[in-house]
């Protein structure tokens, strides 16, 4: 990690002033029109209310947003990270300790005039980002907004929190907008994952997902006091009998992203949602797993570890 300078400003500015992210705008509204922003490419009318696997339609669903104390420390910081929860989610994880809101939609739709909004009003709490949480399938209307919110003077580092199931063509709408990629890398291997998240290509439409965000952002960057201004944050769930591949997940950052990546090594899984009838996901992580993830992660040359 690297200290960032002291007149950092959002790149998202320079698209606002060129027109490049009204341009963004448009390109991702149009794929709307026949959806391909997620791997799935369901392919609906979402203009027209048809609802694909994420189950949203041409607006986003918020659950609910405001500082956030417990996200990774240079996000929270002192003031709290700005997180908005989007309802509904591209993935279906057996496991999700966010069920309610994923898969259930708890929330309301929001126009990208009151997602702007919500981003204003975050950034006068005096949060230190906006983070977008579950983003993947509501990329046209998070730019609208940041496009809307941008010319009414936000000037927060944007946060992609994903599941890290992303394609790359709504990557490259993002790049220049996003600051801060925070995906989540699940699994390492996809016949492994197929039945705990429904989609049979995680591992690797995640591993190129990842390497994206790095190339746009590469490794995290400090402010002075410690607060993330851009680059990569990765987030990996340890899971019960090594079923995550959480060594192969390791390895696959060490060698094919950098050694300098900041990753949050996650000991908090417990069996929530449908987990109870998915063994091994019916039994809590072991200290003895967590102490090898660590060990393992150390052996490879990776040092920025946020646990917890």
């Known amino acids: 990690m690297g200290a960032t300078p002291r007149e950092f400003a959002p790149t998202y500015l320079d698209l606002l002033r060129s027109g ?59 003031n709290g990270s700005g997180t908005i929860f989007f309802a509904y989610c591209n993935l279906h994880c057996v496991f999700c300790q966010n069920w309610e ?6 929330g309301h739709e929001v126009t990208a005039e009151a997602l702007a909004a919500i981003m204003l009003g975050l950034q006068d709490r005096g949060c230190h980002n906006i983070n977008l949480v579950t983003p993947s399938h509501v990329v046209a209307p998070i730019l609208e907004a940041v496009n809307l919110a941008a010319a009414q003077g ?11 199931y992303d394609c790359l063509e709504s990557l490259h709408l993002l790049d ?43 490794d995290l960057m400090l402010s ?44 908090q899984y417990r069996p929530c949602f449908l987990a109870a009838d998915y063994p091994p996901l019916d039994c809590r992580v072991s200290r003895a797993e967590m102490r090898a993830a660590i060990l393992t992660a150390r052996k490879l040359g990776l040092h920025h570890l946020d646990q917890g």
């Open 224 to 267: 002075e006091a410690g607060i993330a201004r851009r680059g990569l944050l990765v987030r990996h769930l340890v899971l019960p009998d090594s079923l995550a591949g959480t060594d192969r997940i390791l390895a696959f950052l060490a060698r094919d992203i950098s050694p300098r990546t900041y990753i949050n090594l996650m000991d």
């Open 101 to 106: 809101i994923s898969q259930k939609g708890e």
């Open 20 to 78: 490049a992210l009204a341009e963004r705008v448009r390109q991702a509204r149009q794929m709307l029109g026949q959806c391909t922003l997620c791997p799935r490419r369901c392919r609906v009318n979402r203009l027209q209310g048809e609802q694909g696997a994420c189950k949203s339609g041409a607006l986003a669903r918020i659950c609910s947003y405001g500082p956030h104390p417990g996200e990774e420390r240079p996000l929270s910081g002192w």
């Open 154 to 164: 936000l000037r927060l580092p944007l946060v992609y929190n994903s599941g890290g």
């Open 176 to 218: 220049g907008v996003i600051d801060i990629y925070l995906p989540d890398m699940k699994f390492a291997d996809s016949a492994t994952a197929r039945p705990f998240v429904k989609v049979s290509d995680y591992a690797e439409v995640n591993r190129a997902a990842v390497k994206e965000m790095h190339r746009q952002v590469g």
